[in-house]
């Protein structure tokens, strides 16, 4: 069994109920959101680049087994994971209220901010001294400007068929359908 499984171990709540939670979370924010199309459109414009980022740091994620340390990699350790933060924000946008956009920014970052560094102490068990190198030069979270000089033995390229096997196309028909909700809300509060 693997930390991110274990019971007692710190951040296993919010490993176990980021998804749990995210559904009624999402049911509350449509529920409570004031849609309007120059919303949906800027939000939406928004949250593509949150896809663009999350599918580009998929081609370069090989799941237990590497250390993924180029691309966007070489920028951010959590570049899905800054993605998918623009991916809210967009959706924040496009609901136009306030309180479905604070209760979505806030949700990112009570549950996010704790499974990063829960999986980070996964990497750092795994991987040791090689991710302590790692996240001495990459920050957490926002992006530096430069990329971080890694080891030729680490580098790898981008992937589609990477991207396929992480299955993040499933991100972008989440936020497709979450655009086309917003405006079916829309489209029933002008009558």
Do not use: D
Request: one cysteine or more; charged letters at 20%.
């Amino acid at each position: 069994m693997s930390l991110a499984q274990g019971q007692g171990a710190p951040g296993a709540f919010f490993m176990r109920w980021r998804v749990r939670l995210g559904y009624p979370l999402a049911a509350l924010v449509l529920w409570l959101a004031r849609p309007s199309p120059r919303s949906i459109f800027v939000g939406g414009l928004v949250g593509m680049l949150g896809l663009w980022l999350r599918g580009y740091a998929a081609g370069y994620l090989r799941k237990q087994e590497a250390l993924a340390v180029t691309g966007p990699y070489a920028y951010t350790r959590n570049p899905l994971y800054f993605g998918s933060a623009i991916l809210a924000f967009g959706a924040a946008i496009a609901t136009r209220w306030w309180v479905s956009a604070s209760l979505l920014l806030l949700y990112f970052a009570v549950f996010y901010s704790r499974v990063m560094r829960r999986e980070e102490r996964e990497l750092q068990m795994r991987y040791g001294a090689a991710f302590e190198e790692y996240a001495r030069a990459v920050p957490r979270f926002f992006p530096s400007l430069r990329p971080a000089r890694v080891s030729e033995e680490s580098a790898c390229s981008f992937s589609f068929e990477q991207y396929k096997k992480n299955r993040e196309w499933q991100a972008a028909v989440g936020f497709l359908l979450l655009l086309g909700v917003l405006v079916l809300i829309w489209h029933l509060r002008q009558r």
